[in-house]
Structure formats: structure tokens, C-alpha cells
């Protein structure tokens, strides 16, 4: 069965960057997109960028442009999410997702991130 | 992009139908039949009940439905169990390889 593993937990100070992973198994890593969706504290969700494992190929939301680096490593089945120049208002669940296109099919459980000094 | 906009919230009793918005614009939902509805409990990660605005994956109930005018799509749940209770979010592409959600309506079964 299709399943995502994300990392634990982590907790950064502003500035600094944090990289989350997820790694992916019960299927071929390089047919599916990534994405990337993060959830602040009683908020909604909102779409960070996919990357293309096949490729490596990615897209950012423009909010994070210049911010985020979405990475992956095919020969252990791993998406990556970096997103450096954390501030307060980062601190948030983010999750990444197999997609078929734009739509999201399967979800991990979420990597809490949280910023504080 | 900005978000599309939902319903804060919305309620029903259990049996009734309730509807959804999701309303975007030209530049979103109005351009494309891809939009899509997510479910998400309190904890958990979101579940996807809608894709491509009407379609059903495998394994989710019939009595979710999606349906989609000009620029405002709509998830319709007919039949409400407690189950159901939870948030609801709307997703669509919005051009340039880009996805937009709108804000999240929270579903209370009364």
C-alpha cells in the first residue's frame, strides 16, 4: 500500500532553515509528483510547490520563491522540502502528498516545524 | 494567488444534504475542472474526497458529490452522518503549475 513517512518533529530558531523529508513506498517513487502543503496552527492549508522525482523538476508557490528548495533522491525513494529564512509565522504542520496531476491522492501525517527563539 | 473562498462554516442534522462553495475566479476555478475537496479531522491529515470537480476515488462514499459553475464549485454531502463532522477545503489549479486552496469550511452535524 501506498504510504509517506515523513520526519519527526523539529524546532528552529528565526533564520535558521529547516529540511523535512518523506519517504515514499508501495510504489515507483518517480511516477508520481510531490507536493508540498503546510498548516499553521488553526489554519488552512496552504500549497507550497510539487517536484517531479522523475526529473527533479519542481514548481514553488510564489509566496515562497527564493525560500523553499524541493529536492528528492531516487535511490531511497525521498522527497525533500527545505525552506531556509525561517520566521515565527512558519511554524506549522507541512506535509507532503503523491499526486496524479493536481490532485492530491495520498497524504503523510505531517512534520510539525516550529519557530521560536 | 489568493485563496478561494469558502464558507466559514456551514451545519445540518444528520440525514440532511449540505452544500459547500468554493469560489474562485477566471483565473481558477472558472478555467479549469480541476478542482478538488479535501476532508481533514481534527489531527489528521487530509483525506481527498472529490477530484477533477465531480470524480469519486475509490472507497469514498456516494453521498459526497462535487459540481462546478462558472467560477464556484460546490461539494454537496446528502445523506449527513456524525462521521462527516470535520473541515472541508477546496483546491483548485490556477495556471502557471500552481494550486490555490480556499480557506476551509468547518462542517458541524447537529
Known amino acids: 500500500q501506498v504510504q509517506l513517512v515523513q520526519s519527526g518533529a523539529e524546532v528552529k530558531k528565526p533564520g535558521a532553515s529547516v529540511k523535512v523529508s518523506c519517504k515514499a513506498s508501495?510504489?515507483?517513487?518517480?511516477?508520481?509528483?510531490i507536493h508540498w502543503v503546510r498548516q499553521a496552527p488553526g489554519q488552512g492549508l496552504e500549497w507550497m510547490g510539487w517536484?517531479?522525482?522523475?526529473?527533479?523538476?519542481?514548481d514553488y508557490a510564489q509566496k515562497f520563491q527564493g525560500r523553499v528548495t524541493m529536492t528528492r533522491d531516487t535511490s531511497i525513494n525521498t522527497a525533500y522540502m527545505e525552506l531556509s529564512w525561517l520566521r515565527s509565522d512558519d511554524t506549522a504542520v507541512y506535509y507532503c502528498?503523491?499526486?496524479?496531476?493536481?490532485?492530491?491522492?495520498?497524504w503523510g501525517r505531517g512534520t510539525l516545524v516550529t519557530v521560536s527563539s | 494567488q489568493s485563496a478561494l473562498t469558502q464558507p466559514a462554516s456551514v451545519s445540518g442534522s444528520p440525514g440532511q444534504s449540505i452544500t459547500i462553495s468554493c469560489t474562485g475566479t477566471?483565473?481558477?476555478?472558472?478555467?479549469?475542472?480541476?478542482v478538488s475537496w479535501y476532508q481533514q479531522h481534527p489531527g489528521k491529515a487530509p483525506k481527498l474526497m472529490i477530484y477533477?470537480?465531480?470524480k469519486r476515488p475509490s472507497g469514498v462514499s456516494n453521498r459526497f458529490s462535487g459540481s462546478k459553475s462558472g467560477n464556484t464549485a460546490s461539494l454537496t454531502i446528502s445523506g449527513l452522518q456524525a462521521e462527516d463532522e470535520a473541515d472541508y477545503y477546496c483546491?483548485?489549479?490556477?495556471?502557471?503549475?500552481?494550486?490555490?486552496f480556499g480557506g476551509g469550511t468547518k462542517l458541524t452535524v447537529l
Open positions: 502528498a503523491r499526486a496524479s496531476g493536481t490532485t492530491a491522492y495520498y
Open positions: 508501495g510504489y515507483t517513487f518517480t511516477g508520481y509528483y
Open positions: 517536484i517531479n522525482p522523475n526529473s527533479g523538476g519542481t
Open positions: 477566471s483565473s481558477d476555478v472558472g478555467s479549469y475542472n480541476l
Open positions: 477533477e470537480v465531480t
Open positions: 483546491c483548485s489549479y490556477a495556471g502557471s503549475s500552481s494550486l490555490v
